[in-house]
């Protein structure tokens, strides 16, 4: 996994630690139905990225990991050199299937197709799972125009949908941040924000920071046309950076150069955090 790199003895080179919901590690229902790590374009960046389909395939999960220099794990009588702790959190399918609707809208200039010949790419053969995910058939409306004709459905991509659907995520993030008293710059704000009045300097602080957030699945030319949908003014000093945005503190995506898919669900059958932990000396 890390090419000549030296090991302690008993060191394992495709051994990790995650923490993981129970929901992704549910038993599969067939043989052949495990729980699957692979590599597939993040909606954001286009780059391989790491992520999680449960059981079945009927759930997506995001693959981020928690990452400071100088770390590494004791697991039983092994050191585990790779110190990252990595954290599997379920994750919307739309918003990867939003990359490949936006993709083949530009190259088909807006023509109907059935999602299934969308959501295709040659470099990532199981991203057509994402079509398998709980749900998504009926989600789809949200970002989508439809058709059907006979018993087979067609969609194209639709941008007044799209930051429709949007703004309700960003509405909930929002939602969200207050109700844990999260910081999103200088000062706490009160929770108690009525929804119809006037914009205030404190909400907007808020909603800014929840389409940064959001931003990150998202391409960047639609993020730019979310925050317009928004009303957000222009912003040319950069505001307050999210705490879990920090980069010694913050959980990141796992952007895919070696071969990590060779996670599997024996891997996955010890997913506590191990009680002990090393720290390298520089």
């Not at 599969?28 to 286009?46: A, C, V």
């Not at 990452?67 to 954290?87: A, K, M, N, P």
């Not at 959501?119 to 789809?140: A, F, I, M, T």
């Not at 949908?229 to 505001?239: F, M, R, S």
Request: with cysteine; charged share 30%.
């Amino acid at each position: 996994m890390h090419g000549a790199e030296q090991r302690p003895a008993g060191a394992h080179p495709d051994q990790w630690v995650l923490i993981a919901p129970e929901a992704a590690t549910d038993p599969p229902k067939t043989p052949d139905s495990e729980p699957m790590f692979t590599k597939l374009r993040n909606p954001s960046t286009g780059e391989a990225t790491l992520y999680l389909f449960n059981s079945g395939a009927q759930q997506l999960f995001e693959v981020k990991a928690f990452h400071e220099e100088y770390r590494s794990w004791f697991i039983g009588e092994t050191v585990q050199q790779d110190g990252r702790l990595l954290f599997v959190t379920p994750m919307d399918p739309l918003f990867l299937i939003l990359y490949y609707l936006i993709k083949a809208d530009k190259e088909q200039q807006g023509k109907f197709q059935p999602l299934d010949q969308v959501v295709l790419d040659s470099e990532y053969p199981y991203c057509p799972l994402l079509l398998k995910c709980e749900g998504v058939k009926r989600s789809v409306r949200h970002i989508t125009e439809e058709k059907e004709i006979g018993s087979q459905k067609f969609h194209k991509y639709s941008q007044e949908k799209t930051l429709k659907w949007l703004k309700k995520k960003v509405n909930q993030t929002v939602k969200a941040l207050k109700s844990n008293n999260i910081c999103v710059g200088e000062r706490i704000y009160s929770a108690t924000f009525v929804s119809g009045k006037q914009i205030t300097d404190a909400e907007e602080d808020y909603v800014r920071y929840a389409h940064g957030l959001i931003s990150e699945y998202i391409t960047e030319e639609l993020s730019k046309e979310l925050s317009k949908y928004l009303g957000l003014p222009e912003h040319t000093v950069p505001g307050p950076e999210p705490p879990l945005k920090k980069r010694k503190l913050s959980d990141v995506p796992v952007e895919v150069e070696e071969d990590y898919t060779k996670f599997n669900s024996s891997n996955l059958k010890n997913k506590k955090m191990p009680a002990q932990k090393h720290r390298k000396k520089k």
